[in-house]
């Protein structure tokens, strides 16, 4: 049975990732999303404190999924409900996962990559495949009565389907049906003795009917089962002598063969149980399989929806507003008070939000001063767009958007520390590798490429491969230092280019808002300079020395 709450239509399978995801989380600082995703999973209310306890399985999901975008409006919605319907039900969230992972630690437990091949030789084993389907019998009847008894309450398609198809799957009556199967066989997992209170003891024993035939020599052929079933005696004491005789009156009984009396019938007796408990379980087989991969899929996809409501008290905690993102037409983006969430979590302060309209606009370049919060500001668009394609909420007030499958990070790097290459030779190996992959539905991300170089040569390489990449319809949003490379665009741009500025105050102050801007001609780096070295030497004043005369 499917568990489809991360695809309406599909389980999870890992396919058209993002290009260059290692580059991406890089680029973009995703890691911090990851390890917030991971953070304490346990049951909390709105009256909870944070815990700093983490669990990495959680991590490990966040980051298989975000590497997936989602491609249609549709399944955006899709997600988006699933996730509102989790959030609203953080208790019932946090125990499907759990209920999921105790599962599997306890198949585990058995020893699930025990027999990979299937091929089963000993008794051990097919006791441990009987005791893994019991395990799973028992915890999808767990699911099933958790599932039903919020099944009202549920407002998603997906929750709402995954309920009726575990109704219909796993009826009561076909659980029962499982159950008295595994009953009938439980003679072979179980104890033979057991104590069922004190000083009264049970013993379980078999009853297996065949019918069968007979060839020549009057060798048995044609087996088949009539019945099996485990029935059990009573005893106050069952070592005591009263066992023993009651156990030799047994085998003085008409057609009863006693087998503690031949070693050879007892080999065969053993034999011949092994394969009828074998056939039994051969035709159980489909469900455990079935039974195995719901488990392994409930924990991942829970474990999604688990790790989002992790991310959320995350944001929550940072005081940063957050919202679902909405799926616009394929040139839209606009936003209301974006702020980058990575930094915020990281630096645990307050950041400054942006507001934007850049519908149509199929280039930005956005320039100003240093340190002003461009880059920042392209950061926040990127992890918002990785947050929207994978269904999660995002730190704005709004935010909407096209899609963008085909998604590009181009961040400036350390200079290679072999000295096999420079910075500019790996900022075009990688450039290379973008270009060679974009199609349709294409993002890029350029911050401060080509700045490596001087001035005038990294403005002539960026204007010829932006350029060529608007012309194949790449969405570009782009920081950038290269004076000479920003005129040039804006003396040519037309209605679907957009100039944005990092706001400069008249006295120095830096606001860390973008604001629509002809590109400037100076990045204000004296202003940095005077502010550092003027603070320096306002100290070595005081101190009566001269900052001309330090080393």
């Keep these: 049975m499917n568990v489809n709450l991360l695809y309406s239509y599909k389980e999870w399978t890992p396919v058209k990732p993002y290009f260059d995801w290692n580059a991406m989380v ?62 609203r039900k953080e208790e019932f969230t946090g125990k499907l996962y759990q209920l999921a992972t105790k599962t599997l630690e306890a198949w585990e437990a058995l020893g699930r990559r025990r027999n990979s091949t299937g091929i089963r030789d000993t008794k051990a084993e097919l006791i441990t495949d009987l005791q893994v389907l019991r395990l799973l019998v028992s915890g999808v009847t767990e699911v099933r009565k958790l599932l039903l008894s919020h099944a009202e309450g549920f407002r998603s398609e997906g929750l709402r389907s995954l309920c009726r198809r575990v109704e219909e799957e796993f009826s009561e009556e076909a659980l029962l049906r499982v159950e008295k199967i595994l009953g009938d066989v439980s003679f072979y997992t179980d104890v033979a003795v057991r104590e069922v209170k004190r000083n009264v003891f049970h013993s379980y024993y078999p009853k297996i009917v065949l019918d069968c035939g007979l060839t020549d020599g009057l ?75 719901f488990f392994d899929q409930l924990r991942f996809q829970m474990g999604f929806y688990l790790g989002a409501i992790n991310v959320k008290y995350q944001l929550q905690r940072c005081r940063l507003e957050y919202c679902f993102p909405e799926v616009g037409a394929q040139d839209s983006l606009s936003f209301g008070e974006l702020k980058e969430m990575v930094m915020s979590m990281e630096q645990k302060g307050k950041t400054v939000g942006n507001d934007g309209k850049l519908d149509g606009k199929g280039l930005v370049i956005i320039t100003g001063a240093n340190q002003g919060g461009k880059s920042t500001f392209l950061r926040s668009i990127g992890i918002a767009q990785v947050m929207m394609q994978c269904g ?18 181009h961040f400036t790097r350390r200079e290679d520390s072999a000295m096999n290459s420079g910075r500019l030779d790996e900022e075009l190996r990688r450039m290379h590798q973008i270009v060679s992959n974009v199609g349709e539905r294409s993002l890029l991300l350029l911050n401060e490429s080509f700045a490596t170089t001087t001035e005038k ?34 003396e040519e741009a037309n209605t679907d280019t957009a100039f944005l500025s990092a706001e400069h105050l008249s006295d120095g102050t830096r606001t860390f808002k973008m604001i629509p801007h002809a590109p400037e001609q100076t990045s204000f780096g004296l202003e940095l300079y005077d502010e550092v070295l003027g603070s320096v030497k306002n100290k070595d004043d005081e101190a009566g020395t001269d900052v001309r005369e330090m080393p």
């Design 26 to 87: 890089k680029d973009l600082g995703l890691s911090s999303l990851f390890r917030a995703a991971g953070n304490d999973a346990v049951l909390r209310t709105s009256k909870a404190v944070y815990a700093e306890k983490e669990d990495t399985y959680l991590s490990f999901v966040m980051k298989r999924v975000s590497c997936v975008p989602l491609e249609t409006k549709e399944e955006v919605k899709y997600r988006q409900d699933v996730l509102d319907d989790c959030i």
């Design 219 to 293: 060798k048995l052929s044609d087996f088949r089962i009539e019945s099996m079933e485990t029935l059990e005696k009573p005893y106050s004491k069952p070592y005591g002598i009263k066992a023993k005789l009651q156990g030799q009156m047994n085998s003085l009984a008409p057609n009863v063969i006693a087998l503690y009396k031949d070693q050879a019938l007892q080999e065969d007796a053993a034999e011949l149980e092994f394969q009828t408990v074998s056939y039994v379980y051969e035709c159980c087989s489909n469900l455990a399989d079935s039974l195995g991969h």
């Design 392 to 409: 999660l909420m995002v730190a704005a007030k709004r935010y909407k958007s096209g899609l963008y499958p085909n998604f590009f990070t």
């Design 457 to 490: 040569e990294g403005s002539a390489i960026a204007y010829d491969i932006v350029r060529a990449l608007k012309e194949q319809g790449v969405r570009i949003l782009t920081v950038t230092h290269l004076l000479s490379f920003a005129q040039r665009v804006y």
